[in-house]
């Protein structure tokens, strides 16, 4: 063989190498780069119908049912929420109920009015953070938060980019963006309650359009990644007019 064909073998050989290395990148070539913070946050405003839409729900009344693992029992939940930083949660068991009351700057909790105990630190910011995960798509989209990409990342075998987020008031959250259609799939709150480090999160599910925006209608809740609970909403609607006296004990 001579040195010319040698040489031209050895060119043909190092192009299929490269090919291959260029296809075992990312199928069609070269390597998708994943987006960043702002392009992220943008996917998620566009995904819950845009900034106006997400704006105009200003109240959802929420009702289903709930199922505590832990203590193996089910019941009622309602829900009131209102912006902004109003939350009511009234979960009623087979045996035993309880009311959870969140009005801006001041929380409690209790079975029912007449038990309601003012709830401080890590209490009033689990609190706080039930209220700051149900208005994500608004808190994303009024700019409420200071957002970096974190990382990606699985969530029930659905690839997702992690956005970590920090505000002046509540814990910080990691946020994980569903990487095709932009939903939340879960949300992380990071907590010090008695000199420990806790966890709290929440996966969503069942999107369904409500009010011109998406919103959950099934949420599972883990502490310390072991699930506690999950609620699954039977009735949701926006807008209706909330009576004051609803977030005050």
Not at 24 to 34: E, L
Not at 44 to 68: P, R
Not at 138 to 160: D, F, T
Request: aromatic letters at 8%.
């Amino acid at each position: 063989m001579t040195v010319s064909r040698l040489a031209r073998l050895a060119i043909i050989f190092v192009l299929l190498l490269t090919a291959v290395a260029m296809d075992a990148i990312a199928p069609g070539g070269a390597k998708a780069a994943s987006p960043d913070a702002d392009a992220v946050v943008a996917g998620v405003v566009k995904a819950y119908g845009g900034k106006d839409a997400i704006a105009a729900v200003k109240s959802v009344h929420a009702k289903g049912g709930i199922t505590a693992v832990m203590r193996d029992d089910k019941g009622t939940y309602t829900r009131y929420l209102e912006r902004d930083k109003k939350l009511r949660v009234e979960t009623k068991y087979a045996r035993s109920s309880e009311l959870r009351i969140l009005d801006g700057e001041q929380g409690w909790r209790g079975e029912d009015k007449t038990s309601m105990q003012k709830v401080v630190s890590f209490q009033y910011q689990a609190m706080l953070y039930q209220y700051k995960q149900l208005e994500l798509p608004y808190g994303l989209s009024a700019g409420q938060y200071k957002v970096r990409l974190a990382g990606e990342g699985l969530v029930k075998g659905k690839h997702a980019y992690i956005l970590a987020l920090d505000s002046r008031e509540g814990p910080p959250m990691d946020v994980y963006v569903d990487s095709k259609d932009f939903t939340i799939l879960k949300v992380v709150g990071y907590f010090n309650a008695e000199g420990k480090q806790l966890d709290l999160s929440v996966e969503f599910g069942d999107y369904r359009k409500t009010g011109g925006t998406l919103l959950p209608f099934r949420a599972a809740n883990y502490s310390g990644g072991n699930l506690i609970g999950e609620t699954v909403i039977k009735d949701c609607k926006v807008n209706q007019k909330m009576d004051a006296s609803l977030f005050k004990p």
